[in-house]
């Protein structure tokens, strides 16, 4: 079945017993709008529902996986009034004052993302992750949710919000990583190459740029060997092992402390320097003592 589904910013096709997953806004990245990530969250709903559909893919376009939360749409913020975000905090009592933060409502605001990133953690289908590119900060909540990653030669993951403004949210670096890589890259945010990556386990393959997609696609469709039921259950058995320890109690405390992050002093500070700095001079110095994100030179 060809293209069943199609939200502006994400586009779904079933073929060959897969379904792909492809977040679609190359110009802007395909950083993370309310927009995009309903549209993955549907996605993994149709590929949930469809007898036709084995396992998922999920990639990005453009070359890309996704650049994070497009910060310059007011995708960080939970004040409730950004075009295409939703705020579903429903609770009585008068409008917050200017410039006050609402812990209740900021946490709503970004649970609301975390349960949609799990959907992919709990679809009974294998997920496979592509990652190309960059892999940014809330790109990582939502793709360390996949079951399998692969990861282009060239392409760089990391969660660079830990320098300021942000903590992970669905907390999988803590669960797919042990106790000194999980800090050596949380409390630097420095970014990590596929070669890095992919010795200390974060993702299954990394593959040239230019084969990872058919690579994935291939690996994907070799689950049509294996039940259904086989398939869910052992990956329910291994999610279990690890909500065990602890997953969603963490992913309560990553989202809490994600919000006081972006309302400290100093984040409030920051923020405001991309209106006389310009957001990416800010960036830079944000990234020039790690010689990464937006330090790199230009088009590397």
């Known amino acids: 079945m060809d293209d069943p589904w199609t939200n502006e910013d994400v586009t779904y096709t079933e073929r060959d017993d897969i379904a792909v997953i492809t977040l679609d806004r190359p110009d802007k990245k ?44 007011g995708a960080g913020s939970s004040s409730g009034d950004e075009p295409g975000w939703s705020t579903p905090y429903g609770a009585r009592g008068p409008a917050p004052r200017a ?28 997920v496979l992750g592509e990652i190309t ?52 890259f949380l409390l630097t ?48 058995l291994i999610n279990q092992a690890y909500e065990n320890m602890g997953l969603r109690t963490s992913q309560l405390l990553g989202t809490i402390f994600d919000g006081i992050t972006r309302h400290t002093e100093e984040a409030y500070r920051w923020v405001e320097s991309f209106e006389e700095k310009g957001f990416r001079e800010v960036i830079r110095e944000r990234d020039d003592p790690w010689g990464d994100y937006g ?4 088009g590397s």
């Open 295 to 298: 330090s790199r030179p230009a």
């Open 99 to 126: 410039g006050a933060w609402d812990p209740v409502r900021d946490y709503q605001f970004m649970h609301n993302n975390v349960r949609r990133f799990m959907k992919i953690w709990e679809c009974p289908k294998p």
């Open 30 to 73: 395909n950083t993370l709008t309310d927009r995009v990530i309903q549209g993955v969250a549907d996605g993994i709903d149709a590929a949930t529902k469809s007898p036709d559909v084995v396992a998922v893919v999920i990639r990005g376009s453009g070359g890309t996986l996704t650049a994070g939360y497009d910060l310059t749409a």
């Open 189 to 236: 945010g420095r970014a990590i190459d596929a070669e890095t990556a992919h010795r200390i386990g974060l993702v299954s393959h990394v593959c040239e740029p230019d084969e990872i997609a058919d690579v994935v696609d291939a690996e994907a469709r070799r689950f049509r060997h294996i039940p259904a039921n086989q398939l869910a259950l052992n990956k329910m």
């Open 133 to 184: 590119g960059w892999a940014i900060g809330g790109a990582t909540d939502m793709i360390l949710c996949a079951d399998l990653l692969y990861m282009a030669s060239d392409a760089h993951i990391g969660y660079a919000p830990s320098r300021i403004y942000g903590t992970p949210t669905t907390m999988m670096w803590v669960h797919r990583l042990g106790l000194e890589h999980a800090k050596q």
